[in-house]
């Protein structure tokens, strides 16, 4: 493989980029009364506008080319057709089976991927429909209530997002809750306001191995036998989702409510699969389904659209323009929609897991910047809190917004205030405001030209800061599976061209591997071992809370 610095494109972009220095947003609008035709596009419903980029069509086709000549097309054919390209786990990456509808047979490694989705996609509507029905029971006849979802990372995040942000489509049946930390206090404030007879727990862990999901899974059931008193109780009341049907089983949970999904499913990438249990239990099987279309829709848009108008590869490759030659370290997210308050933290998972990297494919250390730094909060929040730094800090931010045009609320006023908030954000970050219009203000106001000419400075906003704005119709099921595929394809895009693994994450691995040992050494002296410095020395001061010898 050759490295990524000594491919061409690579080399032009670096040329280009020294031309791009001084490049300024403001003179290209006025230089090009097109430019947002040029520089923005839609799919379905969705539009993304990326002129109010550092970019001209010139970068563009200069990073298309770069996407090409790091054979993004051939990567991308490979994942779709099921190749191990999660080669350090020889895994295959197919998130995308899970939500074809209609497929030709994908046959990978004597596996129909086809028929087995939609086995489990069969039975995950059955239950769903029998929890709705309330032909499912719980152990004292009573129908169920509340679903608890206990799962973490991928097995929490991914579902607790979109539950949050379809809860405007939540059937009044049941109310679903979502357990992950390890903490108690998360467990306990939830089982708090839960009627064992009526509750269900969704037991969702990929490997079902997972210490924060089984802690908490123990304990949930405990809660459940102190109340109920009957070991059968167990059945009615937990069902897994996973991998692992052997741990499932050694668990106590019956093989018959344990719903699979396949090793070729990534954590991050799992609310197709079976992990979208709570998801379907929450909204209703159409709705699910309706997300796994619109998902479908992008996964069709990133495989078919050429490079210069398909949207993961164009917010990937921006991506990369910052990254790689603006010196770009961090990636602000800001959904003007409450209801993507938790779109941030799953893409955190989902970009910083997959491309937090630093090897590449050939085994080798790279030597350029690979995954950023992803941050960010729903507006107008953000807006009183950290866009101080993003308008006037010293640090270039790419950041993108999101937005509905409309808002099923009655409350349409407030969203016509949102709405106008964010595009006044992204205008102000082009625009900025220039020391001599703040000078003339003050004074027009009737500040001295002294104390105008000082305070001017401070008032000052660069302006000339890149924004993409993602802007869709209204958030419904089909239209945020669209989003979700867009942000996965976009973060593969960008491993490609950085030449990493995006589907590992060996990265955690360590700090669980040392956790064991120093739980031991917090309670038995024979235990504590060898540890750095401090790390011996926080063991010592909480044995000494405990009055334990050190
Ligand atoms: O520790 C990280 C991780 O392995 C994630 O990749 C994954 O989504 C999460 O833990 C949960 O894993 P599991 O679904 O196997 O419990």
């Not at 990524?4 to 670096?14: C, D, R, S």
């Not at 979208?276 to 829709?297: K, P, T």
């Not at 407030?414 to 003339?440: D, F, M, P, Y």
């Not at 589907?503 to 669980?512: A, C, N, R, T």
Request: proline share 5%; charged share 20%; net charge neutral.
């Amino acid at each position: 493989m050759k490295p990524l610095k000594h491919l061409p494109a690579w080399k032009t972009l670096e040329q280009h980029f020294k031309d791009m220095r001084a490049f300024d947003m403001r003179s290209a609008f006025r230089e090009d009364a097109h430019r947002f035709e040029h520089l923005s596009l839609r799919c379905g419903n969705l539009l993304l506008d990326y002129s109010k980029n550092r970019v001209t069509p010139d970068t563009m086709r200069h990073l298309m080319q770069l996407a090409r000549e790091s054979d993004l097309e051939g990567m991308r054919n490979a994942m779709f057709s099921g190749e191990r390209i999660n080669f350090t786990e020889r895994r295959a990456v197919l998130h995308t089976a899970l939500r074809a509808p209609v497929r030709p047979p994908l046959v990978v490694e004597g596996m129909d991927v086809e028929r087995e989705v939609a086995a489990v996609l069969k039975r995950m509507q059955r239950f769903v429909e029998s929890i709705h029905n309330g032909s499912w029971r719980g152990h004292t006849g009573k129908p169920i209530r509340d679903v608890v979802n206990i799962g973490i990372g991928g097995s929490d995040l991914g579902p607790a997002m979109v539950c949050a942000a379809l809860d405007h489509y939540a059937l009044e049946s049941v109310r679903v809750h979502f357990v992950s930390n390890l903490d108690p206090a998360h467990l306990a404030g939830t089982l708090k306001q839960l009627d064992p007879e009526t509750t269900l727990f969704i037991v969702a862990s990929k490997t079902f191995t997972t210490l924060e999901t089984l802690a908490n899974a123990n304990s949930a059931k405990a809660w459940l036998l102190a109340a109920l008193r009957a070991p059968a109780a167990v059945a009615r009341h937990f069902v897994a989702l996973s991998t692992n049907a052997q741990a499932v089983e050694a668990f106590g949970i019956d093989p018959d409510n344990m719903f699979i999904f396949w090793d070729w499913v990534g954590g991050r990438y799992s609310l197709w699969s079976a992990i979208g249990l709570s998801i379907a239990l929450q909204i209703g099987w159409g709705n699910f389904q309706a997300l796994l279309a619109g998902a479908h829709a992008m996964d069709i848009h990133f495989k078919e659209a050429p490079l210069e108008v398909n949207m993961p590869a164009i917010l990937g490759m921006l991506g990369i323009w910052y990254a790689n030659f603006w010196g770009t370290d961090t990636y602000g997210v800001f959904p003007y929609d409450q209801r993507l308050r938790l779109l941030v933290p799953f893409l955190q998972q989902l970009d910083m897991e997959s491309n937090g990297k630093n090897v590449n494919r050939d085994n080798k250390l790279v030597n350029y910047n690979t995954g950023p730094i992803l941050w960010g909060a729903p507006g107008t929040n953000g807006q009183h809190a950290f866009f101080e730094l993003v308008h006037q800090g010293t640090r270039l931010i790419p950041t993108d917004f999101l937005v509905a045009a409309v808002n099923p609320t009655p409350l349409a006023d407030q969203h016509e205030w949102l709405l106008a908030n964010c595009l006044a954000q992204t205008e102000a970050l082009l625009k900025g405001k220039s020391r001599a219009v703040i000078e003339a203000e003050l004074i027009a106001q009737g500040m001295s030209r002294e104390t105008a000419k000082a305070l001017a400075p401070h008032k000052v906003f660069p302006g000339n800061r890149p924004s993409n704005t993602l802007l869709y119709q209204k958030l419904d099921p089909h239209t945020l599976g669209m989003l979700l595929a867009l942000y996965e394809h976009k973060v593969f895009v960008q491993g490609v061209i950085w030449q990493i693994n995006s589907f590992d994450q060996w990265g955690v691995e360590l700090g669980k591997q040392l956790a064991p040992p120093i739980r031991a050494a917090l309670s038995s002296v024979r235990a504590i071992g060898e540890h750095d410095g401090s790390t011996l020395g926080l063991i010592t001061d909480i044995r000494r809370r405990r009055g334990l010898s050190t």
